[in-house]
């Protein structure tokens, strides 16, 4: 399933438990910088369609488009947490950059460093979202969405 949208906007995939807000990188030769839990820093580079994927629990499109933006427009960078870390568990969002993002409700938090896995409600999982030229394409149908000025 296609879903076009322009780089001003942003696609909600609302889920019975959670919400997911996807923008498209708007920059061409883009860096995303990510501090790891090692004391390391990795630099990922992004072309222009790339998708920031930000999932969160509590349904806050507030809370999404902030998150997104940070990302995407004041180079904010994304720490990485292992999973013992008392924080982990109070997490009310993630997020995702890149490509491709799966959607998986059956994860640990801090125990996936790919940047192709996204921690997502139940009814959102199992969910692929790859980038194109134009929006996205989702692996299956899926018809709970909203297109909204971002």
């Known amino acids: 399933m296609d ?6 906007e942003i696609l909600f995939l609302e889920g019975e438990s959670g919400i997911v807000g996807v923008v498209k990188v708007a920059h061409d030769n883009k860096m995303l910088f990510i501090a790891t839990q090692d004391n390391e820093e ?19 499109k507030r809370a999404i488009r902030s998150q997104a933006y940070l ?4 180079d904010s960078p994304i720490v990485i947490l292992n999973k013992d870390h008392p ?5 009310a969002q ?42 996205v394409k989702l692996n299956k149908n899926y018809e709970n ?6």
Request: hydrophobic share 35%; aromatic share 8%; net charge negative.
């Open 94 to 135: 993630v997020l995702s950059v890149g490509e491709k993002v799966n959607l998986n409700c059956n994860i640990i938090p801090g125990t996936h460093p790919e940047q192709d896995v996204l921690c997502s409600c139940d009814s959102l999982s199992g969910l692929s979202i790859v980038k194109t030229s134009t929006g």
């Open 42 to 60: 990795i630099v990922q580079f992004l072309e222009k369609d790339d998708i920031i994927a930000v999932s969160n629990f509590k349904k806050d």
């Open 71 to 74: 990302t995407r427009e004041e």
């Open 87 to 91: 924080s982990v568990k109070r997490l």
């Open 145 to 150: 969405y909203t297109i909204e000025r971002f």
């Open 3 to 8: 879903i076009d949208f322009n780089y001003d």
